[in-house]
């Protein structure tokens, strides 16, 4: 079960540590004293504070110089007025977060590959705009950020601080779109792509993750097992005030065209396309709703109270 973290590791020259799971006032050397999650919940993933390092200052090259691609390659891409830019999953396999501008304004993207997440926020937090880092730590077995300014802990998932002086602080979701490369330069042709320029020397074509989404075994086991799919089945997620709700894949490969739904009140529609193993969502006129790709047992893991879309109910 640990192969995949073990082969993570050594890509990255860090030690793997024998004891992964601490409890205590500070972990990482993060302070846990106030918290809103129990800290014998936030484990260590075995690589210290930025071990593994977050872009601060990322470059970007054409779609035409990104000959590094290859049209069936995964990437997070984000759309803001007349600006596009495409995030690969290759280069965030190894980073995880990017601290970006678009559209002059400051973004941050995040990817977790035990997860599958990929989640795009406005950093505007605490009436001051945040910068973010990898903390080495993980809460259900979702990336753990922390900010720079105040060293707050933050949930990927639940979008939200849970330790430090921020605790309570929510982020703001943007709309990300979770697709292939070849998809999205043919919907964005004048797009920015993240380049493999980084400042890190990682061999960006080494997948350090290979296997883990088609295997069921997790490396680091959220408090709550996930029913009926299985452990890394996608599913789409998202909120409506308050109200929860996965779309399985499995679910939407049943039928055919988009899907609409309603979800607390509120007609959305979802588009599953099978060739790109992706799904999106949006209201009756088109317009994107944020929403996240997640393994099933991840979203489960934070949201057990989920409804869950299925053919014939």
Not at 43 to 63: E, W
Not at 210 to 231: D, K, Q, V
Not at 232 to 252: D, M, S
Request: proline content about 7%.
């Amino acid at each position: 079960m640990r192969h995949w973290l073990i082969s993570m590791m050594a890509g990255m020259g860090i030690a793997l540590f024998a004891g992964v799971v601490f409890g205590g006032p500070s972990l990482n050397g993060f302070d846990l004293s106030k918290h809103s999650v129990p800290t014998d919940q936030i484990l260590s993933g075995g690589p210290g504070k930025d071990g593994i390092p977050a872009l601060l200052t990322p470059l970007f090259v054409s779609a035409s110089d990104a000959a590094f691609l290859n049209d069936q390659d995964r990437v997070l891409g984000l759309h803001q007025g007349q600006e596009s830019k495409a995030y690969p999953i290759k280069i965030l396999n190894w980073h995880e977060i990017v601290n970006d501008k678009i559209g002059g304004k400051p973004v941050v993207v995040t990817y977790c590959p035990l997860c599958g997440t990929g989640i795009g926020f406005d950093p505007l937090a605490g009436g001051r705009t945040l910068t973010f880092g990898v903390s080495g730590l993980l809460y259900q077995s979702d990336l753990v950020m922390y900010d720079h300014e105040t060293e707050s802990l933050w949930s990927q998932i639940s979008m939200d601080a849970i330790a430090g002086p921020l605790t309570g602080a929510k982020l703001s979701q943007l709309y990300l779109t979770h697709t292939t490369w070849g998809v999205w330069r043919a919907e964005h042709p004048t797009t920015l792509v993240l380049s493999t320029k980084t400042g890190h020397s990682r061999n960006y074509d080494r997948d350090p993750y290979l296997g883990y989404a088609e295997s069921p075994e997790l490396m680091f086991a959220p408090n709550r097992r996930a029913p009926s799919y299985h452990t890394k089945e996608w599913v789409l997620g998202l909120e409506v005030k308050g109200t929860f709700k996965a779309y399985p894949f499995a679910e939407l490969k049943k039928r055919t065209g988009p899907l609409t739904d309603q979800v607390n009140g509120q007609k959305i529609r979802i588009l599953y396309n099978p060739a790109t193993q992706s799904a999106v969502a949006t209201d009756l006129d088109g317009k994107p709703i944020p929403s996240v790709m997640a393994f099933w047992f991840a979203w489960y893991a934070f949201h057990p109270d989920t409804q869950i879309f299925k053919v014939g109910t």
